[in-house]
């Protein structure tokens, strides 16, 4: 039997009827159209599927949707605006940060949370906040560079 969920996400209210084992990712991306949220493994390994939820950055694949009731979600979608490009974003462009692309979304909601809650992370902490999310392409270092580009105090 479905169940009635309210949640924000991206700013916008919502009131969804779901399957009580129906996960966070799935809803995103099948109910929602919000297919910026990547499914890698599905199994908690890769981080593909990162989204901040209630301030924390979650695998999505591993929350349930039932999980997310009264809770506020931010995904890749809700980052840039009119103006264009959230300043993380531009970065992971300018610094070659992105090569295949799948793994970016999840990348750079790891590195949104991380810079949310702490300005201006030393190189252990911007390592340990992506530790996370696997890239098969890039390597790391253009990645660690983007998200290097945008502490505080650069
Ligand atoms: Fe969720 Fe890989 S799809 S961690």
């Known amino acids: 039997m479905k169940r009635i969920i309210k949640c924000t996400i991206n700013k916008e209210t ?24 990547k499914k890698g493994c599905d199994t908690g390994d890769c981080g593909a599927c990162t989204v901040i939820l209630n301030g924390d950055a979650v695998n999505s694949c591993l929350v349930l949707a039932v ?7 931010e995904t ?3 980052l840039s605006t009119e103006d264009g490009l959230h300043p993380l974003q531009e970065a992971f462009v300018e610094h070659g940060a992105i090569q295949c692309g799948f793994c970016s979304p999840g990348v ?13 992370p030393n190189n252990q902490e911007i390592r340990e906040g992506i530790s996370g999310n696997l890239c098969r ?4 270092q253009k990645i660690f ?3 290097s580009s945008q502490c505080s105090d650069k």
């Not at 750079?108 to 201006?120: R, T």
């Not at 392409?137 to 790391?140: D, H, I, K, R």
């Open 14 to 37: 919502y009131e969804l009827a779901i399957e009580p084992n129906q996960t966070l990712a799935d809803l995103l991306r099948n109910d929602l159209g919000l297919t910026g949220t």
């Open 67 to 73: 999980q997310a009731n009264n809770a506020t979600i």
């Open 76 to 78: 890749i979608e809700g």
């Open 108 to 120: 750079i909601m790891s590195a949104k949370n991380l810079l949310d809650k702490n300005s201006n």
């Open 137 to 140: 392409c890039t390597g790391y």
């Open 145 to 147: 560079e983007a998200i």
